[in-house]
């Protein structure tokens, strides 16, 4: 048994046109933006971010922002 191995394109468009037709293109979009690869380096973005604050600091900053401004 021999397989003609498809170019990804080819397996992308094939992929994509099925997903299509089970799902719809709105759900497919949903599908496919998971796979979607970020940019940068979360974890060294992240430490510089928090660096010095504990998780309580963290958690009342946000309590902060929820609360309306008079």
Same mark, same amino acid.
């Given at each position: 048994?021999?397989? =003609?191995?498809?170019?990804? $394109?080819e397996?992308?468009?094939?992929g994509?046109?099925? /997903?299509?037709?089970?799902?719809? %293109?709105? *759900?497919t979009?949903?599908?496919?933006? =998971?796979?979607?690869?970020? $940019?940068?380096?979360?974890?060294?973005e992240?430490d510089? /971010?928090?660096?010095?604050?504990? %998780?309580? *600091?963290?958690?009342?900053?946000?309590?902060?922002?929820?609360?309306?401004?008079?």
């Amino acid at each position: 048994m021999t397989t =003609q191995v498809q170019p990804i $394109a080819e397996v992308t468009q094939r992929g994509t046109n099925a /997903l299509n037709k089970e799902i719809g %293109v709105v *759900d497919t979009i949903r599908f496919l933006n =998971q796979f979607r690869a970020g $940019a940068g380096n979360y974890t060294s973005e992240r430490d510089k /971010l928090f660096e010095g604050k504990s %998780v309580k *600091d963290i958690v009342r900053e946000i309590k902060a922002q929820r609360e309306p401004n008079p």
